[in-house]
């Protein structure tokens, strides 16, 4: 089955099973229940009427744009797209003004093969989404507009923060594109002013502790790193902030609001420093607004670790025989170690632990290239939003699916799943008087301080797994494509240590997949390359629409065991008492026990 926008977001979760139906419908309506033998010449991408005109060769990307895609988000239906006009003259402000196409079942059938409609859904890797068909297909569609309107990059760095530049349709003939450009004032709109957000925190930030304001103008951006970080140079010869002029610095924001990124501002203004925690932001920077003229807060800059995440060096390194145990060990315990201050001097907890958010910086100091022999975990991204399932404890998995259905429960009527509904609604904590950031994260913010502690270590747990078996994530995933895809799932070890692997399992010990493979459970969805089969079934029959039906019903049955697994999860002591992860060590022990492991690896 192919994948695309909605059918991914569908199907990984709970919520699929309000929409099966209605999925299952409109797919068989495409597919036609037709058997995908010979293409017929009249939709073959072969067939010169239906190539794109003016598309590069497939596999390169646009040398001769004058844009230049450096990422996308969404599954492929938001494309971080510069103009290089604008890089390469005066410097472009970091305006954060993403392309925005239609989802891949909207492409017509004949252009899906050319712009990699399925095979580029799950692909993460800069420089696999800048070569993809659809990036290509972008960059010629802006630089035909801008041919057509020469004053259209004059009007884009006057456009509000966060705008959208949208293509309507997905069409062959490039002059037939409808592209609108969308201005986004009401997100300007929402941002606060320095003196609000100083005057808001004037009990817990005092004023020689904030960094300096630098305006967003005095900002060139050079990368899109990611949909909230942006690699930018810093132009501030004025007063304010002109110690950082000719600077490279992570510019962190969000274009769907900013209550995570000031939430992260607020950790970091006020968590004593650490050596593996993300440093504190060197500057604050503000933007005027276009209506009203309030210089409202937009972000903060942070030093740039060039050597980037643990998530693909970890597997890269590892294969070719460059990880040493010791150096593995190492990282483990830098990242408990700040998982401990995040708790103890933080007052808080951290939900996102994953090597995505672990980076390499450099003993020799946070802003100069690491030695390969001197790299050090640094904990990044403190915006609470949340884990993918995969790595959450069923104290946050569970309440996390049933989230889901209540923000989906008007869809359909469903007796079984209403009851289910109701029941974990009378039984969860208060929520009243939660944040925008507290309600979004709901499971990890209404758990005690000590249930968040065992969380925590429940990830670390899985975090270690994933450094010693030198694989980017703890499963193969759905929905997400690696350079290196994990060669094992989480709980199969390989050539983890025996003293390392009773860490993990301590950490782990509640987790579901240890019942898993001692009691078999419905199949899951799988992919394979760019499409999506049962598991065990990747071979099947060519038929679109059995593959489909294989699929969408594998789908139905897996959320159905989960929801009925989270169902006596909500009837069960843990629950009824708020109390979790008993079985499981603190953060404390785990860093015990990661040094006695380091004694005995060295015996």
């Not at 992260?264 to 932001?281: V, Y």
């Not at 629409?545 to 019903?553: E, P, R, Y």
Request: proline fraction near 8%.
């Amino acid at each position: 089955m192919e994948m695309g926008h909605e059918v991914i977001n569908a199907l990984w979760r709970p919520s699929f099973v309000f929409k099966h139906e209605d999925l299952r419908g409109r797919l068989s309506r495409r597919n036609g229940g037709a058997v995908t033998t010979a293409e017929p010449w009249d939709s073959s991408p072969l067939n010169p009427k239906n190539r794109v005109n003016a598309l590069p060769p497939a596999g390169r990307t646009c040398q001769a744009s004058r844009w230049r895609v450096d990422g996308a988000a969404s599954f492929k239906t938001r494309f971080f797209a510069l103009p290089l006009d604008l890089l390469e003259s005066n410097g472009l402000p970091p305006l954060r003004i993403d392309v925005f196409v239609p989802d891949q079942d909207e492409y017509p059938p004949a252009l899906r093969q050319t712009l990699d409609a399925a095979s580029g859904v799950a692909v993460q890797h800069p420089p696999a989404t800048a070569a993809l068909g659809i990036s290509r297909y972008i960059c010629q569609a802006l630089d035909r507009h801008c041919s057509q309107n020469t004053g259209f990059l004059q009007r884009y760095r006057r456009l509000p923060f966060g705008s959208r530049i949208v293509i309507d349709a997905i069409v062959t003939n490039l002059a037939d594109i409808d592209l609108v450009v969308e201005p986004n004032y009401q997100l300007e709109s929402k941002a606060t002013s320095l003196p609000a957000l100083k005057q808001l925190w004037v009990s817990q930030v005092a004023e020689h502790d904030w960094p300096p304001d630098i305006d967003i103008a005095s900002l060139s951006a050079l990368r899109q790193l990611h949909d909230t970080v942006t690699l930018v140079r810093c132009n501030a010869s004025a007063s304010r902030g002109r110690e950082l002029h000719g600077k490279t610095a992570i510019f962190k924001s969000g274009t769907d609001g900013f209550d995570h990124v000031l939430h992260e501002l607020k950790f970091l203004l006020t968590t004593p420093s650490h050596p593996h925690i993300m440093p504190r932001p060197i500057a604050i920077v503000t933007k005027k607004c276009g209506f009203g003229g309030k210089q409202g807060v937009f972000g903060f800059l942070v030093p740039y670790l060039p050597a980037g995440s643990l998530r693909d060096p970890l597997p890269a390194r590892d294969r070719c025989g460059a990880l040493g145990d010791s150096l593995k060990l190492r990282w483990c315990e830098q990242v408990a170690s700040a998982l401990m201050h995040v708790k103890e001097k933080g007052g808080t907890f951290y939900s996102d632990l994953r090597p995505d958010n672990v980076l390499l910086g450099s003993l020799g100091g946070l802003l100069s290239e690491p030695a390969e022999s001197g790299m050090i975990a640094v904990l990044c991204d403190f915006e609470q939003r949340g884990n993918w399932h995969e790595w959450c404890p069923p104290e946050i998995l569970y309440p996390q699916y049933l989230e889901n259905l209540r923000s989906h429960r008007h869809r359909t009527t469903n007796k079984d799943w209403d009851e289910l509904i109701a029941s974990y609604t009378r039984q969860r904590p208060p929520t009243a008087g939660e944040t925008y950031v507290q309600s979004k994260n709901r499971p990890w913010f209404s758990l005690s301080r000590e249930s968040q502690e065992k969380a925590m270590a429940y990830c670390l747990g899985l975090f270690i797994y994933c450094v010693f078996e030198g694989i980017s994530t703890v499963c193969p995933s759905m929905a997400y494509a690696y350079p290196l895809e994990p060669e094992i799932s989480f709980p199969r070890f390989r050539q983890t240590p025996a003293c390392i692997r009773d860490i993990i399992k301590a950490c782990t010990a509640d987790a579901p997949q240890w019942q898993e493979s001692m009691e078999p459970r419905p199949r899951r969805v799988v992919r394979a390359g760019s499409l999506l089969y049962p598991e065990g079934h990747t071979h099947m029959s060519p038929n679109a629409q059995q593959i489909t039906d294989s699929v969408l019903s594998t789908a139905q049955e897996w959320w159905k065991s989960e929801l009925e697994q989270a169902r006596i999860f909500l009837n069960g002591p843990e629950w009824q008492n708020q109390q979790f992860g008993a079985q499981r060590p603190s953060l404390g022990e785990v860093m015990s026990s990661l040094g006695l492991a380091r004694d005995e690896m060295a015996s």
